[in-house]
């Protein structure tokens, strides 16, 4: 699931007639954001995060110099600049890292240029120099034969899938999704747990789809971001889920989790399978794996229990709050591994 930031972006550029957008193009150790962080500043307000701090201040400062600098020969169109911003001292910031940031001008006009444009899984791609219109990319034919070998290659690659489609630079050039990825859980019981975990939930970049064979067990309202399902067998929820979603398991039923589990690790293609369990469900569960002909790679990859190892309580809000920081650790490293995978790619280039 996706959530579009350019398309909020247009909008604020359309109502206030021009905005700055800042985004963290490169962030070097310790440093309170990650690459693809972003924020935009309005005449009135701001919108997004950088991590906050001094850094924040500083870079809201340079954002509002730029969106009231009066517009010349020489800024008139697609305005840019980079700057660095050693983490230390300077800033009054002890975290020690080295972050880099990109300040775009969006005009009213250039906001209207790209309106039209269909934005569903596509890349936005610009360099980090003024002058050049951003280009919205969404096949690898649309790819443009005056960027760097390395941008074309990257964009083409996260177009097919053979590399994650995330925020890059490469090359002076900046690539980032038109959406902002919202990750995708399939969690299964709708008892007392499992409203806990919803409501854990409520806010982070998961979109939740609930399953229970009993639609008397959802509350009456849900948040936006969570799907009521009913499905007598739970396990066919499991055989048509994304192939990158997260598996939670908490039903009634030993034999639906049982199910349920069988059938994610038996697909093999998932982000995360946990199941709430014992020392004696889980021995039980890993025995029937086994016997079932699940291979032992396969069966390590199951969580049970759920949570954080050092984060464990019995009530259901202690067990959702542990699951939701467990969750978001995991999406943590995998972006810090991203993201040393495109640095080394980027050097290999240079």
């Not at 590399?163 to 959406?179: H, K, L, M, V």
């Not at 936006?224 to 066919?236: Q, R, T, W």
């Not at 199910?259 to 014992?278: E, P, Q, W």
Request: aromatic share 6%; charged share 20%; net charge neutral.
């Amino acid at each position: 699931m996706t959530q579009s930031w350019l398309k909020n972006l247009l909008e604020l550029a359309t109502v206030h007639g021009g905005v700055v957008r800042v985004s963290v193009i490169r962030a070097e150790g310790s440093a309170p954001c990650s690459v693809g962080s972003a924020m935009v500043l309005t005449p009135d307000s701001f919108h997004g995060t950088i991590g906050g701090g001094a850094l924040e201040l500083a870079a809201l400062d340079a954002a509002r110099a730029m969106l009231e600098q009066p517009p010349d020969a020489s800024n008139s169109r697609w305005q840019r600049a980079v700057r660095d911003f050693p983490l230390g001292p300077a800033l009054a910031q002890c975290c020690g890292g080295h972050v880099r940031l990109l300040f775009e001008r969006f005009a009213a006009s250039e906001a209207g240029s790209l309106a039209d444009t269909d934005i569903e899984d596509a890349l936005i791609v610009r360099p980090v120099a003024s002058g050049t219109p951003v280009e919205i990319i969404s096949s690898r034919k649309g790819d443009n034969d005056t960027w760097p070998l390395g941008v074309r290659g990257a964009v083409r690659d996260m177009l097919s899938g053979a590399r994650p489609s995330a925020a890059t630079q490469i090359d002076g050039w900046f690539i980032e999704p038109a959406n902002a990825k919202r990750d995708v859980m399939f969690l299964y019981g709708a008892g007392h747990v499992g409203r806990a975990v919803v409501n854990a939930f409520a806010g982070l970049p998961f979109d939740i789809y609930w399953i229970d064979t009993d639609a008397k067990r959802y509350p009456d309202t849900v948040p936006a971001s969570v799907h009521p399902l009913v499905s007598a067998n739970p396990a066919d929820a499991a055989r048509h889920a994304p192939g990158d979603a997260w598996h939670v398991v908490m039903t009634f039923s030993h034999a639906i989790d049982f199910d349920v589990c069988h059938t994610v690790l038996a697909r093999g293609d998932f982000a995360y399978l946990g199941v709430i369990a014992s020392k004696t469900k889980r021995g039980r569960f890993i025995r029937r794996l086994n016997d079932a002909g699940v291979a032992d790679a396969a069966i390590q990859r199951l969580q049970a229990p759920i949570g954080l190892p050092d984060l464990r309580g019995k009530e259901p809000a202690q067990i959702a709050v542990s699951l939701a920081a467990d969750f978001l650790f995991r999406r943590q490293e995998r972006a810090i591994v991203a993201a040393r995978n495109d640095a080394r790619t980027e050097q290999g280039g240079a």
